[in-house]
């Protein structure tokens, strides 16, 4: 008995330190569109980002758009729940939250988390958001919520078996419902917002959520000989387009694009419910490429313990004291004061805080020690320009500043739309545009969604001071005729086409009176 004891001290001494140095031992791993935290073994963690790349690349085959910049996303990856009960949500009453995998937004990084032990449902919540992102990216935010939400889940169920892809797995949990539950009417179900009842009540959001996967799962692996035969995924791009123009109905926007009426979209979703699901939707993307262009390297313990605090700030900030800053931030800012990281950290927890302006700030000091992330000049930026007037002449010192921020954003993020369009904000306020940025600006236009307004009136302004009166009268009426748009820029239009009539001699445009809103300048007069 004394041997058998003595023994199980001695395993009992010999495995925990070596249990420490398993959680203790964090890797830094860099793909082509993402980057990881891990704690898990370099094979696991590598094939998980190759799984990630590949399902980037799947979404861009299978859509067809181009591949746009969309914001790198930081993956913090646990072995054990141990590792990961620090870094879960908390419930009101303070307890952690069970979960796989969890996703947290930012303007500055978009972060997730993965237990390993349930990777799939963590990589499923991964796929999940992440469609949500390429969506914006190549769709812009004005997209109908059943194409938003049905993509992300139909997609949730990407697998992965070497060069093999595919889509289109049962989704058991939404057949079930949706087999004992009435589905939504097809003029219902088309019209449901963010503000529906079918998207914030408890009992109505799961049979949206599965008629919208659904409705793609049909539009992406259904047989091309399957009936009604006008439901094809080319057909839904036109959809996209019709229904985005509020003069054009849905019921006419449903008829152009998939020669259905509201019945006939009813009908077919209930005779697909009823079929088995068994098509797949296959492509092949080579792994090895991707695995080859992977980089990995050990954490310090000082990088280690910084980024988990940020980690658990972001977490849990709804449920813990955040007036003051993580004293993680301040003591890695004071202890590395040519670290960008620190400041970028603070200026996160500045903006979560309500804290625009000093957010600003910290990015400002993250840009002055050479911060290699595009999204803080776009946020510093973003700051400084929106809400200054168009008619004023930037100061050559701001100007060289500006451009010089920009400049490295898209040197860091080339596609980078938001980037583009404060870069023809400011050329549009330069005392001498640059001719090559210009024309990045006008390469740029057919693919911008979200920032195509702002940046096309940011070139009729450029050529209203340049007095081509025609080209800007023409670009101020390509805005006019955009679907949906905001009364802001129907005003700024206005008042601009008002301007040009004033310089040119013609009669001024009829519209209703500008926005008497008062903006701030920086600048001087022209």
Not at 34 to 46: A, H, I, L, N, V
Not at 239 to 261: C, I, M, N, V, W
Request: charged share 25%.
């Amino acid at each position: 008995m004394p041997a058998i004891l003595a023994l199980a001290v001695l395993l009992c001494t010999t495995a925990a330190p070596g249990t420490l140095r398993a959680a203790d031992k964090w890797l830094r791993l860099s793909s082509e569109n993402f980057d990881m935290f891990s704690c898990s073994s370099e094979r696991e963690s590598t094939d998980m980002l190759v799984q990630l790349e590949q399902f980037r690349a799947t979404f861009f085959k299978v859509f067809q758009t181009k591949s746009l910049y969309v914001q790198r996303p930081l993956i913090f990856v646990f072995d054990n729940e141990r590792q990961y009960k620090p870094y879960m949500p908390l419930t009101k009453e303070g307890k952690t939250k069970d979960i796989g995998g969890l996703h947290m937004p930012s303007p500055l990084v978009s972060r997730f988390s993965v237990l390993n032990k349930h990777a799939d449902d963590g990589l499923s919540t991964l796929y999940h958001e992440y469609t949500h992102a390429l969506l914006k990216a190549g769709y812009g935010s004005g997209i109908p919520l059943w194409f938003n939400e049905g993509t992300a889940v139909a997609l949730s169920t990407f697998n992965v078996f070497d060069d093999d892809v595919t889509l289109g797995k049962k989704h058991m949990n939404y057949l079930g419902l949706m087999r004992n539950t009435p589905l939504i009417p097809a003029e219902t179900f088309l019209s449901v917002d963010y503000n529906s009842p079918y998207y914030n009540e408890e009992y109505k959001i799961g049979i949206f959520y599965g008629q919208s996967w659904l409705l793609m799962h049909r539009l992406l692996c259904s047989p091309k000989d399957a009936a009604p035969p006008g439901l094809t995924l080319s057909n839904l791009h036109k959809y996209l387009r019709l229904s985005a123009d509020p003069a054009t109905p849905k019921d006419d926007a449903l008829r152009q694009s998939f020669g259905l009426d509201y019945k006939g979209l009813d009908d077919a979703l209930r005779n697909y419910l009823r079929s088995n699901f068994t098509t797949l939707r296959r492509n092949v993307v080579l792994a090895k490429p991707i695995r080859d262009k992977i980089t990995c390297r050990p954490v310090t313990e000082a990088e280690r313990d910084l980024e988990l605090a940020a980690l658990q700030f972001r977490s849990r900030f709804r449920q813990i004291e955040t007036a003051a800053a993580p004293p993680q931030f301040l003591q890695a800012a004071e202890q590395r004061p040519q670290d960008p990281r620190p400041c970028e950290l603070l200026a996160e927890w500045a903006y979560f805080t309500g804290n625009r302006a000093q957010a600003a700030e910290y990015c400002r000091k993250a840009i002055d020690l050479g911060s290699t992330n595009p999204e803080v000049y776009i946020y510093y930026l973003r700051e400084l320009l929106w809400g200054s007037p168009q008619e004023y002449v930037l100061r050559a010192d701001l100007c060289a500043d500006y451009r010089a921020k920009v400049d490295r954003a898209m040197e860091l993020a080339p596609d980078n739309m938001a980037a583009i369009e404060m870069l023809a904000w400011i050329e549009a306020n330069s005392e001498e545009p640059r001719a090559s940025m210009l024309n990045k600006i006008y390469e740029a236009l057919p693919n911008m969604r979200d920032e195509r307004e702002r940046t096309l009136y940011s070139v009729a302004v450029l050529l209203w001071r340049h007095k081509d009166y025609e080209k800007a009268e023409a670009a101020l009426n390509s805005l006019l005729n955009i679907p949906g748009l905001s009364a802001a820029m129907k005003s700024s239009v206005q008042t601009l086409l008002r301007r040009i009539a004033q310089e040119t001699g013609k009669a001024p445009p009829k519209s209703s009176a500008p926005s008497k809103a008062k903006a701030k300048g920086k600048g001087k007069a022209k």
